[in-house]
């Protein structure tokens, strides 16, 4: 794991490293957005990947703000109830996924109102020809590593619309802390200092599953996304307490099975009593089964540092447990071989032929 750059040859580890620095840059772009649109009556976000997962950590940021329906919408259409009165964030990083594409021309059949979020591509070009509101992002990095510029804005627009409130405050605490859990996992960092190198460590060969709870579920989510992107492992997430009445009893014969999993449980010292007691036992039949059983802790006082700081530390871990497996965490082979083979359907042509129409 001590020769990291030399398997992590497109700098996956530098955006962990300067975490702090892009949310902050990615605060200071999102004072551009100017908010437009009367309140709406519901809210989508349509993205795909690491261009919808803010959409998600929005979700469970502002569940306990939010007035309105909220849904994050990954899928090629829009929920049937979208209309003049919906607020649809179309986000693609590469401004070119064609199911966010595909998205974007329903909304605008529907007659909703749109803003997107993206780098470029066609999502803002046809943006900028239609007068639609857009927020342009810095372009030339991995779709993952780009959640700073593609969750904040949803932030700062969600506050600019007085749909929410805090988002700035929390994020000043949140950027404050990521630069402390950066240096304290940083490469330089040995293992017994450092935490994401000993979490993957411990993961090792092992798929990990990932149980979250609460706002911790988007979190999950994140590293199961992380795993499979960056270290190339299978991974797959749950949530508590659901995953008390069908995923637990998964355990109870698992045999052999067991030993290719850690389950890692995501905590927080503010754990609501009932869920503090469901971890507990579910560590313990966890255990019983023969899977690893680790522990990521939050730091952090607002919900949203809480959050973040929990997604860096994945980040990292992520990519150490690329090294650990001699894998570049950059190159996403079978995504693009899928993507160029998709071309031949013609489907985002036909997309982009009825975007012209409008």
């Not at 909304?107 to 909703?112: G, N």
């Not at 405050?169 to 330089?188: C, F, G, I, Q, S």
């Not at 355990?251 to 927080?268: H, M, Q, T």
């Not at 540092?305 to 990519?319: F, H, Q």
């Amino acid at each position: 794991m001590e020769n990291i750059t030399q398997i992590d040859r497109s700098k996956m580890i530098s955006f962990c490293v300067n975490s702090a620095k892009h949310y902050r840059e990615a605060a200071a772009l999102a004072e551009k957005i100017q908010v437009t649109y009367p309140k709406p009556k519901n809210i989508v976000v349509a993205g795909m990947g690491g261009s919808a997962i803010g959409g998600d950590l929005l979700k469970d940021w502002a569940k306990n703000q939010l007035e309105v329906p909220f849904e994050v919408n990954r899928d090629y259409e829009l929920p049937e109830y979208c209309g003049e009165n919906t607020l649809v964030v179309a986000t693609s990083y590469s401004g070119d996924t064609e199911e966010t594409l595909s998205a974007f021309l329903d909304a605008l059949q529907r007659k909703c109102m749109v803003f997107c979020v993206s780098s470029g591509g066609a999502l803002i070009e046809n943006a900028r020809r239609l007068g639609i509101p857009y927020l342009q992002v810095p372009s030339g990095m991995p779709p993952r590593a780009a959640l700073p510029y593609m969750f904040v804005p949803l932030l700062v627009y969600m506050e600019k619309a007085r749909l929410v409130k805090g988002a700035l405050k929390e994020l000043a605490e949140a950027t404050a802390l990521l630069e402390k859990v950066a240096a304290e996992n940083a490469p330089e960092k040995p293992t017994v200092e450092n935490y994401a190198k000993a979490l993957a460590l411990n993961i090792g060969q092992t798929s990990p599953v990932i149980y979250g709870f609460g706002f911790y579920r988007a979190v999950a989510t994140r590293y199961k996304q992380q795993f499979n992107e960056n270290s190339k492992v299978p991974a797959k997430w749950e949530v508590l307490s659901e995953l008390n009445h069908n995923e637990t009893v998964g355990w109870e014969r698992a045999g052999a099975l067991a030993k290719n999993f850690a389950a890692i449980f995501l905590r927080d010292s503010e754990e609501p009593t009932a869920i503090h007691s469901r971890i507990e036992i579910t560590e313990e039949l966890v255990e019983q089964a023969g899977a690893g059983v680790l522990e990521v802790r939050a730091q952090g006082k607002s919900r949203l540092a809480r959050m973040l700081s929990t997604i860096l530390v994945g980040d990292y871990t992520s990519v150490y447990l690329a090294a650990l497996r001699s894998v570049d965490p950059t190159p996403v082979k079978s995504v693009n071989y899928l993507k160029d083979t998709l071309k031949q359907n013609g489907f985002r042509e036909k997309v982009l032929a009825e975007l012209e129409k409008l």
